[in-house]
T-cell receptor, first 114, second 111 residues
Framework: ETGVTQTPRHLVMGMTNKKSLKCEQH?????MYWYKQSAKKPLELMFV???????ENNSVPSRFSPECPNSSHLFLHLHTLQPEDSALYLC?????????????FGPGTRLTVL | GQQLNQSPQSMFIQEGEDVSMNCTSS?????WLWYKQDPGEGPVLLIA?????ELTSNGRLTAQFGITRKDSFLNISASIPSDVGIYFC???????????FGQGTRLTINP
């Protein structure tokens, strides 16, 4: 248990569906992150939030839409995804500003887009 | 952007053997982290290194922060079956405010 939980753990969706991934951290951290992990590729940083404000968006397609309502919760809203978006989506959090502190990861959501 | 070269990409060893893997970078990091990822799970932090030259142990794991701040290694002694997984190094780039990951080392252990 790292103190970061993600739901659902597995998700299968069609290309026309709309779904959301949820992340919750119980560590009192101020920064949260979304990463994408595809087979045989390094972890790709998607979004960074610090104190509920988005501080980085790494050229992610608009079919991925993040939301951070408070410092403990982070969502990733998905719509009209493509099969190549199938991957493990990982949430992480860190104590302070991005780049200054160790990140702790959740277990991930395994997403399959049909 | 910054890249980390992690090697080897995969290792096949016998139970009880020692393991060594490393990461190198063309630029300097202020913090090196080592994570382990089991299938279907997120990476779990093993060791964090904050000072050049630092040598830190966590049970059978030992990691060092290279003196040049451009490399780090991880050693596992007397491997056991539960050591199987993918090990990632990561460098904390404070200037760019991001964590840069290596490609991972997949460890397989034959009993």
């Amino acid at each position: 248990e790292t103190g970061v939980t993600q739901t659902p753990r597995h998700l299968v969706m069609g290309m026309t569906n709309k779904k959301s991934l949820k992340c919750e951290q119980h560590l009192g951290h101020n920064a949260m992150y979304w990463y994408k992990q595809s087979a045989k590729k390094p972890l790709e940083l998607m979004f960074v939030y610090s104190l509920e404000e988005r501080v980085e968006n790494n050229s992610v397609p608009s079919r991925f839409s993040p939301e951070c309502p408070n410092s403990s919760h982070l969502f990733l809203h998905l719509h009209t995804l493509q099969p190549e978006d199938s991957a493990l989506y990982l949430c992480a959090s860190s104590q302070n500003r991005p780049g200054t502190d160790t990140q702790y990861f959740g277990p991930g959501t395994r997403l399959t887009v049909l | 952007g910054q890249q980390l070269n992690q090697s080897p990409q995969s290792m096949f060893i016998q139970e009880g053997e020692d393991v060594s893997m490393n990461c190198t970078s063309s630029s300097i990091f202020n913090t090196w982290l080592w994570y382990k990822q089991d299938p279907g799970e997120g990476p779990v932090l093993l060791i964090a290194l904050y000072k050049a030259g630092e040598l830190t142990s966590n049970g059978r794991l030992t990691a060092q922060f290279g003196i040049t701040r451009k490399d780090s290694f991880l050693n596992i002694s007397a491997s056991i079956p539960s050591d199987v997984g993918i090990y990632f190094c990561a460098g904390l780039d404070q200037g760019a405010q991001k964590l840069v990951f290596g490609q991972g080392t997949r460890l397989t252990i034959n009993p």
